[in-house]
């Protein structure tokens, strides 16, 4: 195990606000913090529970179409449900996977942004755009408040 | 009165669809059709896009299987540039396809097929799922998550990310493997080998129990197709198309694959935006056929590693001619994860992989070009036509689940018919008839260019139209 933060961002980067949460990932990569992994992908995937097992905490960044207003950062536990259905998985059933089947699920958090254009293209809406600056903000106060935040980026 | 059985949605495969089962007067099974309710249509809003961009834009039909589009797609645009690549870029794209083959059967054996054969199909199905795995089975599942992995860091460790690697390109690849990544490679492939043999076994064991299922989960004639080498070898990312019956007869050999459509023609079937392929000489429905590691096994001669041409041998023995059996996809599957991670292991000794000759350069050369590749789930035509300027006029993709489809519907209906009595379905019989489809495991994301996890709908339907019951998963 490591005490790393890692930095999940995932969505559809063609589907205009759909990709904000990869767009997140890539800004705080761009920051290098110290202690601080990011990975971007169009969605949860199962091997995706051998990294998350080995953080020391991870944050899932993802869009929403349901949400109004500013982002929003949320404590995450790892599902109770055992149901998985298909190829991706939602984040608390990747966390119940880490746990299950890599011996553990670190602390977790959910960070949603709304979502307002899901057509085809690359350029964000108003509020999505307002939601990366917001996000990137949001994980850089979370790594100021874990600790272990002044040890070298892993390798 | 005849009646259908719908089931939808089908959980455990990749995209949204629902299946009907008829039912005649005498309340039997008369037929089946696996529907996708989809649609993104990717061939008509690419138009007008430039030929270049579409390695990229086709990549994202799927977020399971890009590297089959990006490299499908490069193989189209070589063709309108008119050029040969260089022999070290073709290597490197083999290399990232036998990685994107291995993690995607991984997934599809490990993670949606094997908690069928583990926990059994009367187990809840709140269990029968990848959790329940991990409690019966920790090591397997884990190692069957981490076989996964590997895969997926072939295509990190060549493209720079593992989803949507902007990579292949016409006219070659951006860059080489360098030392570090090989070397990364090469230090996990003794844990592939030991996961691969180990499922072999888990799935050959469970075969001497599933005796039943074998016989009739798809098992009928068909015809095969997927590429072959010019010596008839195993191919996954070159050579020609073979066709051949379920005799084992070879009835179309070293078909260039830019002649596709003189062999295949495509149907639609009312209410499912998968579109219908059929082996065009003999028409519907006798020109059905089958693509993926069950066919490619069946058309090829030999692979051309050790261990996997011994199981090769073996996997031949079942079948008289052919292995007609769409039960025995697992089997196939397995047995081409162990031919890939043969191949990754010579691959990896050959110093081209750092060369920095690995993009030829040219303009349109021909305003018509087809890439052909093997995709995890079969043969993956792009088909693109251009103006002088390179923008797209007309695109076709033809994916490995369109080929199945109607292996699908046939194989539902055999299932169905064996096991369906009356009206009720029974959780355990809804599984089957589920995985009867899982057997292809189809990526409907593919096959529509739809986007979206899976969820299935059954639908019993009466000799008049009427829905007599409707069951509904995920």
New interface residues.
Partial sequence: MDSHLLVIGYGNTLRRDDGVGPRVAARVEELRLPGVLTMACPQLTPELADPVSQAGAVVFVDASVEQRGPVRLRRLDPSGSSQILAHAADPRILLALARDAFGRAPQAWMLTIPAKELGFGERLSRPASLGLRDAVRAVRALHRRLPGRRRPRPA | MAKRIVIDPV?????HAKISIFLDDAGQVSDAEFHVVEFRGFEK?CEGRPFSEMPA?TA?IC??CPVSHLLASAKAGDAIMAVAIPPAADKLRRLMNLGQIV?SHA?SFF??SAPDFVLGWDAPP??R????L??AD?EL??SG??L??FG?EIIEALGG????PAWAVPGGVRSGLSEEGNARIRQRLPEAFATAEAALALFLKALESHKEEALIFGNFQSLFMGLVAPDGSWEHHGGCLRFTDSTGSVIADQVEPSRYLEFLGESVQEASYLKTPYFKALGLPGGMYRVGPLARLNVCERIGTPRADAELRAFKQMGRGAVTSSFLYHYARLIEIIAGLELIERALEDPDLASEDLRADAGVNSLHGVGASEAPRGTLFHDYTVDRSGLLKKVNLIVATGHNNLAMNRTVAQIARHYVQGEDIPEPVLNRIEHGIRCYDPCLSCSTHA?G???MRIRLVGPRGNVLREVVR?
């Avoid at chain 2, 959980?11 to 995209?15: K, V, Y």
């Avoid at chain 2, 799922?129 to 329940?132: E, L």
């Avoid at chain 2, 990310?161 to 949507?164: A, E, P, R, T």
């Fill in positions: 959980t455990r495969i990749e995209g809003f834009i994202r977020g399971i993690q997934l993670h949606l709140s269990k799922n990848v959790f329940g991990i409690a920790p599942a884990r998550i981490r996964r992995q997926q990310k593992k989803i949507h986007a996890q899976m969820p995920g």
